[in-house]
């Protein structure tokens, strides 16, 4: 055992500062990849494709909406 009870303690403290401070770092990389607002900042053109393409699906997905089935077969009989 080379190293004294000092030595070890200030060794833990350190590692547990470097700790924190990749935390932080990672946390802060984090909060900047997921916030919209930056990306809508740099990129608004893609937002708003983004939004028109997702009006036009909506409206291509609750368009006129479709006869039941059985309406279907009733207006058949009286061809």
Do not use: C
Request: glycine share 4%.
């Amino acid at each position: 055992m080379g190293e004294t009870i000092e030595q070890i303690e200030a060794h833990i403290r350190q590692t547990r500062d470097d700790l924190v401070a990749n935390l932080n770092e990672l946390e802060r990389k984090l909060k900047s990849a997921v916030d919209w607002r930056k990306h809508y900042q740099n990129h608004p053109f893609r937002f708003l494709a983004a939004a028109a393409a997702a009006g036009l699906l909506l409206s291509l997905i609750s368009g006129r909406p479709r006869a039941p089935a059985s309406r279907r077969s009733d207006t058949t009989q009286f061809r």
